[in-house]
Nanobody, 128 residues
């Protein structure tokens, strides 16, 4: 069964850090664009960061640029999102997504319709 499983979410204080993991089973991430989308109550789903697994092209939303880093480990079939200097505004359910590349990564990261597979999501809560 094709599956993406996120882990690493939790409760953290402002300024803290978390690392999210996205592990794939049933397929390899090598040939997919992988992204992290987040959903917060009352807000539109936002593409936080995306990476081309084949060539390493990356995109970051302005709201997280300089604080978050996306990376991949193809040997482990896993993608990571390192989140530093977390803010309360980062509170959301974070979903790992995978899709075949059809345009520039920065464009794919702006549309949740670009992806074939979605993980169940992991909750990130930033609160003092």
């Amino acid at each position: 069964q094709l599956q993406l499983v996120e882990s690493g979410g939790g409760l953290v204080q402002p300024g803290g850090s978390l690392r999210l993991s996205c592990a794939a089973s049933g397929f390899t991430l090598d040939y997919y664009v992988i992204g992290w989308f987040r959903q917060a109550p009352g807000k539109e789903r936002e593409g936080v960061s995306c990476i081309s697994s084949s060539y390493g092209s990356t995109y970051y939303a302005d709201s997280v640029k300089g604080r978050f880093t996306i990376s991949r480990d193809n040997a482990k079939n896993t993608v990571y999102l390192q989140m530093n200097s977390l803010k309360p505004e980062d509170t959301a359910v974070y979903h790992c997504v995978a899709g075949h590349r059809w345009t520039a990564v920065q464009e794919m990261c702006k549309s949740d319709r670009s992806y074939d597979y979605w993980g169940q999501g992991t909750q990130v809560t930033v609160s003092s």
